[in-house]
């Protein structure tokens, strides 16, 4: 049985992986977060408290660590740049530390904002990053903390993440069922990726001999915009959408304009594909569904 220990166990990613695990492998699992969840099955555990991570880890002795944690509030980053910086580059080193010393397997989260956005073919992981915005400093940070201090270490690059939680679907949804104008950028573009797709891959990567860096987004890519039109299509609403350009939408953050990310690495070392963006959306909603369902 694997001791499999998650820090950010409430956030989209750390929901989709504990999910998954409780489901269908052999685990035993300590989960963390910043906040305990109401039955407190999820402790909490500030990766940005360093005596805590350590002594936490070094008592739970997990075979394996995923570190989901970070701050995701991209234009928050940019005015609370220390809070950023300790949540996405420190913790991490901390975790990395405590799990060089044990020996245990650690999965630790990036992401394609590490790139400027200006290539015009997928990146794949030899691509040399350059990030536009604080929360892409800070990750890329935690990046070269964790590699250094864990060599062992797994870092998987996604992008524009949807599961349990607030997120661009949610919110497109939400707007919809408001009446709401809405308007959606069309020169970004990004392939959305379900936290579920993510965890599935770290499940598979958890029983291989990898390490270094990978980049885990669903396949193909689409404009912000695409992705909008998607999501209405998929649920049978009929909406008026805009297509607008990014200095239409100014924001805090600069974000790339194409980060869309190659699994190259997934693909040629293991013959690992993730799910079409359209077909993983498709998986989501479905479920989204049923759970509405349920609620009545
Ligand atoms: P979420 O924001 O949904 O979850 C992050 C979790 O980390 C939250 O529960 C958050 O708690 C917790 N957390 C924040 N600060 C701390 C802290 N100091 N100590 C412990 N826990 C903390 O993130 P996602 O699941 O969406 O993202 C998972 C990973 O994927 C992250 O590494 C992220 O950078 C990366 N990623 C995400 C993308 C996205 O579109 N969301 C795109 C690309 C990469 P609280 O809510 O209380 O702050």
């Given at each position: 049985?694997?001791?499999?220990?998650?820090?950010?166990?409430?956030?989209?990613?750390?929901?989709?992986?504990?999910?998954?695990?409780?489901?269908?492998?052999?685990?035993?699992?300590?989960?963390?977060?910043?906040?305990?969840?109401?039955?407190?099955?999820?402790?909490?555990?500030?990766?940005?408290?360093?005596?805590?991570?350590?002594?936490?880890?070094?008592?739970?002795?997990?075979?394996?660590?995923?570190?989901?944690?970070?701050?995701?509030?991209?234009?928050?980053?940019?005015?609370?740049?220390?809070?950023?910086?300790?949540?996405?580059?420190?913790?991490?080193?901390?975790?990395?530390?405590?799990?060089?010393?044990?020996?245990?397997?650690?999965?630790?989260?990036?992401?394609?904002?590490?790139?400027?956005?200006?290539?015009?073919?997928?990146?794949?992981?030899?691509?040399?990053?350059?990030?536009?915005?604080?929360?892409?400093?800070?990750?890329?940070?935690?990046?070269?903390?964790v590699m250094g201090c864990c060599p062992d270490a797994v870092i998987l690059h996604t992008s524009g993440l949807y599961g349990e939680g607030k997120n661009f679907v949610k919110t497109m949804l939400r707007?919809?069922?408001?009446?709401?104008?809405?308007?959606?950028?069309?020169?970004?573009?990004?392939?959305?990726?379900?936290?579920?797709?993510?965890?599935?891959?770290?499940?598979?990567?958890?029983?291989?001999?990898?390490?270094?860096?990978?980049?885990?987004?669903?396949?193909?890519?689409?404009?912000?915009?695409?992705?909008?039109?998607?999501?209405?299509?998929?649920?049978?609403?009929?909406?008026?959408?805009?297509?607008?350009?990014?200095?239409?939408?100014?924001?805090?953050?600069?974000?790339?304009?194409?980060?869309?990310?190659?699994?190259?690495?997934?693909?040629?070392?293991?013959?690992?594909?993730?799910?079409?963006?359209?077909?993983?959306?498709?998986?989501?909603?479905?479920?989204?569904?049923?759970?509405?369902?349920?609620?009545?």
């Open positions: 049985m694997k001791r499999v220990f998650i820090t950010g166990a409430l956030g989209q990613l750390g929901r989709a992986l504990t999910g998954l695990l409780k489901e269908n492998h052999d685990c035993l699992l300590y989960l963390t977060d910043s906040v305990p969840d109401e039955k407190n099955v999820v402790k909490k555990l500030d990766i940005t408290d360093e005596a805590s991570v350590k002594a936490e880890i070094s008592a739970f002795r997990p075979d394996v660590i995923v570190n989901c944690a970070a701050m995701t509030a991209v234009d928050l980053c940019e005015t609370e740049q220390e809070k950023a910086y300790n949540i996405n580059a420190l913790g991490p080193k901390y975790i990395a530390e405590a799990a060089n010393e044990i020996n245990a397997k650690l999965f630790h989260i990036s992401t394609d904002y590490v790139y400027d956005g200006q290539a015009d073919t997928p990146y794949v992981e030899e691509s040399r990053p350059n990030p536009i915005s604080v929360y892409g400093r800070t990750k890329l940070a935690g990046d070269y903390y707007l919809a069922d408001e009446g709401k104008s809405i308007r959606v950028v069309a020169d970004q573009f990004v392939t959305p990726t379900s936290a579920l797709e993510l965890a599935r891959v770290i499940v598979f990567l958890m029983n291989t001999d990898c390490r270094g860096k990978y980049h885990a987004t669903c396949e193909g890519s689409t404009s912000w915009y695409g992705f909008a039109c998607k999501i209405f299509e998929l649920t049978g609403r009929d909406v008026r959408i805009d297509a607008i350009s990014t200095p239409e939408y100014p924001a805090p953050a600069k974000r790339p304009p194409y980060s869309v990310l190659d699994n190259k690495k997934l693909r040629e070392l293991h013959g690992y594909y993730m799910k079409d963006w359209a077909d993983a959306l498709k998986e989501y909603l479905d479920g989204i569904e049923r759970y509405r369902c349920h609620e009545i």
